[in-house]
Nanobody, 124 residues
């Protein structure tokens, strides 16, 4: 089992920045990839981006490309989501997830482990 704990959420003004962290613990050697998803009020959960643990390939959803970046601290088994130029539409609960095998990166069902989520609120 892999346990995930997110941190770094909070309140930001439009145009501001936040950095989210997701620390993995437990059987981290089984991680194939990690991803960020978000769910805005009244909307479906959507894919934000993913990081392939082994090869280092990164996927970022077009909706946030150019504003959000994903990185990793392998020594600390931590995934980061740097969010810049925030807009009110980025307001959501952001969750990280981990997968044990190669699969469709943007599909929720591909991930077996999930964090509890962290709230990000962007004011106009």
């Amino acid at each position: 089992q892999v346990q995930l704990v997110e941190s770094g959420g909070g309140l930001a003004q439009a145009g501001g920045s936040l950095r989210l962290s997701c620390r993995a613990s437990g059987r981290t050697s089984t991680i194939y990839s990690m991803a960020w998803f978000r769910q805005a009020p009244g909307k479906e959960q959507e894919f934000v981006g993913a990081y392939m643990w082994g090869g280092g390939r990164i996927y970022v959803e077009d909706l946030v490309k150019g504003r959000f970046t994903i990185s990793r601290d392998s020594a600390r088994n931590t995934l980061f989501l740097q969010m810049n130029s925030l807009i009110p539409e980025d307001t959501a609960v952001y969750s990280c997830a981990a997968a044990r095998k190669a699969s469709a990166v943007a599909v929720k069902a591909s991930y077996e482990s999930w964090g509890q989520g962290t709230q990000v609120t962007v004011s106009p």
